[in-house]
């Protein structure tokens, strides 16, 4: 069955770096574009940044521009998420997940935490 | 703060009807597709609306969407118990070169 299943999370100092991988089977990973989204404690969906599917074209939002780093790798299914400059504020669950697009297929992570804290 | 405004709280009772709106502007909304999550607690979005008003499989016709200009909304039919979660939109923004949810509308089924 499809599945995304994010790792990498975990207690990290403010300053740091962190790399969340998020693995992918039973679809077709090099035909979609993937997304990272994450939610702090308590608080709303935020989306962080999208690869295409051949991992020509990245976004980002402002909030992690220049400090977050969104990567792929076909040949392994394998999304990643390289996270520099960590703040207390980027404390969040991460997920990875496709959707957002014009053909409705709907995959999502059960999330990876990550907290920032000294 | 997002630039996708939604209502805070939103609620009804069995087999009513409930909409949720999501207001944005004419770099999102008034220009891209809008999508719609449901987020039940302690468990990832799930979508219920993409491409402004279809539906993936799977998603009961109960849940509907629509958008007018630079506004949105998602209508629940029929509403059940198991419909009260959180409710994100979401849609691409011109001018932030990225996608931006909704403030989040948390609907309570009474």
């Known amino acids: 069955q499809v599945q995304l299943v994010e790792s990498g999370g975990g207690v990290v100092q403010p300053g740091k770096s962190l790399r969340l991988s998020c693995a992918a089977s039973?679809?077709?990973?090099?035909?979609?574009?993937i997304h990272w989204v994450r939610q702090a404690p308590g608080k709303g969906l935020e989306w962080l940044a999208v690869i295409s599917y051949d991992g020509r074209i990245e976004y980002y939002a402002d909030s992690v521009k220049g400090r977050f780093t969104i990567s792929r790798d076909n040949s392994k299914n394998a999304l990643y998420l390289q996270m520099n400059s960590l703040k207390p504020e980027d404390t969040a669950v991460y997920y990875c997940?496709?959707?957002?697009?014009?053909?409705?297929?709907?995959?999502w992570g059960q999330g990876a935490l990550v907290t920032v804290s000294s | 703060q997002s630039v996708l405004t939604q209502p805070p709280s939103a609620s009804g009772t069995p087999g009513q009807r409930v909409t949720i709106s999501c207001s944005g502007s004419?770099?999102?909304?008034?220009?891209?597709?809008v999508y719609w999550y449901q987020q039940l607690p302690g468990t990832a979005p799930k979508l219920l609306i993409y491409?402004?008003?279809r539906r993936p499989s799977g998603v009961p016709d109960r849940f509907s969407g629509s958008k007018s200009g630079t506004s949105a909304s998602l209508a629940i039919g029929g509403l059940r118990s198991e419909d009260e979660a959180d409710y994100y939109c979401?849609?691409?923004?011109?001018?932030?070169?990225?996608?931006?949810f909704g403030t989040g509308t948390k609907v309570t089924v009474l």
């Open positions: 039973g679809f077709t990973f090099s035909a979609y574009d």
């Open positions: 491409s402004n008003d």
């Open positions: 997940a496709t959707g957002l697009d014009d053909y409705g297929d709907d995959y």
């Open positions: 979401a849609s691409w923004d011109d001018s932030l070169n990225g996608f931006v």
């Open positions: 004419r770099s999102n909304i008034g220009s891209n597709h």
